[in-house]
């Protein structure tokens, strides 16, 4: 990215900057409990990228890797809790061989035959999954 004496100079000459923008950043993740607070996040970091001489192509590969990174450990999670919610799964079918599985954090909505459903993570949608071994342990576990 930027020569080490580049970043120093820039610190030192922008340190008030710096310091309003941490205390901006704890604020915000101490006090907002949603995805809205990511974004703000997400927001004052490149804010103070661009501030500094970042270029956009720089901060548009690292809010890549972070939405990449937050969608991975978002559905790594989501697996989790289906293993772990399979039990309390409630099952309902349409006659057009739709169906839904709810538990208390997952939502999925299928149609019988495809290799796909649509899975939503304590209310944020993470798209359409194909459907793997723990996807079908789940459905099999809320048919029971």
């Known amino acids: 990215?930027?020569?080490?004496?580049?970043?120093?100079?820039?610190?030192?000459?922008?340190?008030?900057?710096?310091?309003?923008?941490?205390?901006?950043l704890f604020a915000v993740?101490?006090?907002?409990?949603?995805?809205i607070k990511w974004a703000i996040v997400i927001v004052i970091v490149v804010g103070l990228f661009i501030y500094s001489g970042v270029t956009m192509d720089q901060i548009?590969?690292?809010?890549?890797?972070?939405?990449?990174?937050?969608?991975?450990?978002?559905?790594?999670?989501?697996?989790?809790?289906?293993?772990n919610e399979a039990k309390e799964?409630?099952?309902?079918?349409g006659e057009d061989g739709t169906f839904t599985i709810t538990t208390p954090n997952i939502e999925m909505k299928g149609?019988?035959?495809e290799d796909k459903v649509e899975v939503t993570f304590r209310g944020v949608s993470l798209g359409k999954w194909s459907i793997t071994d723990?996807?079908?342990?789940?459905?099999?576990?809320?048919?029971?």
Do not use: H, R
């Open 60 to 83: 548009g590969n690292a809010v890549n890797k972070v939405a990449d990174g937050t969608l991975s450990t978002l559905k790594a999670e989501a697996q989790e809790v289906m293993l």
């Open 111 to 113: 149609k019988a035959g």
């Open 1 to 24: 990215m930027m020569e080490p004496e580049v970043w120093s100079q820039f610190i030192k000459e922008n340190w008030l900057v710096i310091v309003i923008a941490l205390v901006l």
């Open 134 to 144: 723990t996807t079908k342990t789940f459905i099999e576990e809320a048919k029971k």
């Open 29 to 35: 993740v101490n006090l907002v409990k949603t995805v």
């Open 89 to 93: 799964a409630k099952y309902t079918s």
